[in-house]
């Protein structure tokens, strides 16, 4: 008897001492914005037919940034609201989680836009650059499967999604030889754009309803 | 059965919302009032009083300051809290043993 009680006694702080490690943010506001700023970048690349490989690294360095900017706004902004710390024990360590493979996303860019020319993508014979959005999208997936750990509501399955998605879609390119400059942007704007702001949506609805409930 | 492991359990952690406290504080180096207040699903006042029990007891630290001019108040355990805290887990743990069939 005295033995139940002891064992849901440390059960219940188990659990507790898992949900502080938990990064609290509302997840939805960033998710959508995210996508949105994906789909516009990649409508406009596309549009402006951005094709060159520094071309491509550039602008969507640059899309990466303002996405950046803007998460790290949002996430400041709930903090502020809710009289919270912003650089957070569990916002420490989603970062720290994220960076490896964001780190290895941004070297094998710089490697690249180095050692590119800037003819259009789909020219060259590298068959790099049509990795190159896949390479990101896979280690995107990683870097959030990665935080997924500190982070409630899906985000593991979120970064399976890319990981999946990313090798799927390398494995089919590298069958039947898809290349071009509306295939890049477009890996970018599914990913980048579609999947984050189906996920935002989603747990928008999910939020709502479980703050009625 | 040796009732002496539950005769050792601390009565300030011992209470459930202070146990709670207590349980989150010892996964993170610091949490704000709102953190720990919306986790536990607690009201302003209850938080507030386990706060001060355990801040009299030395288990606790709060440090008040401002963020953009807001008032951000922080909580961590002291050493002697994280001390207390092992104890009485470990405390927990020699009741199951000491429960389990031979």
């Known amino acids: 008897m005295e033995s139940n009680w002891a064992a849901e006694h440390l059960q219940v702080i188990r659990t507790l001492m898992e949900r502080a490690a938990l990064y609290r943010r509302a997840l939805a506001p960033i998710m959508i914005f995210n996508g949105v700023v994906g789909l516009a970048a990649a409508t406009l690349g596309w549009g402006m037919q951005i094709g060159s490989p520094r071309g491509f690294i550039l602008f969507w360095a640059g899309v990466g940034v303002v996405a950046v900017t803007g998460s790290f706004l949002l996430v400041r902004r709930q903090a502020l609201k809710e009289s919270e710390p912003f650089w957070s024990p569990p916002t420490r360590r989603v970062t720290q989680a994220l960076l490896p493979p964001l780190v290895a996303g941004l070297l094998i860019s710089a490697v690249l836009f180095l050692r590119c020319g800037s003819g259009p993508l789909y020219a060259v014979s590298n068959p790099a650059l049509l990795w190159l959005p896949l390479s990101w999208v896979v280690l995107y997936g990683c870097a959030f499967h990665a935080a997924g750990f500190f982070m409630p509501r899906g985000m593991r399955l979120f970064g399976w999604a890319f990981i999946i998605g990313g090798c799927a879609i390398f494995a089919a390119g590298a069958a039947y030889g898809v290349t071009g400059l509306g295939c890049a942007h477009g890996i970018m704007g599914f990913f980048f754009g579609g999947l984050h702001l189906a996920y935002g949506v989603y747990l928008y609805l999910t939020e709502h309803r479980g703050n009625h409930a | ?102």
Request: hydrophobic content about 35%; charged content about 20%.
């Open chain 2, 1 to 102: 059965m040796n009732p002496e492991p539950f005769l050792q359990l601390d009565r300030v952690i011992h209470e459930k919302g202070r146990l709670a406290i207590m349980s989150m504080l010892a996964a993170s180096p610091e949490l704000s009032f709102t953190e720990l207040r919306d986790t536990l699903g607690m009201t302003d006042g209850n938080v507030t009083t386990h706060i001060r029990t355990l801040q009299e007891a030395g288990y606790l630290s709060v440090t008040k300051s401002f963020q953009n001019n807001r008032p951000l108040t922080t909580c961590a355990l002291t050493v002697a809290g994280k001390r207390a805290f092992t104890h009485y887990i470990n405390l927990l743990e020699r009741i199951i043993q000491q429960n389990k069939p031979k």
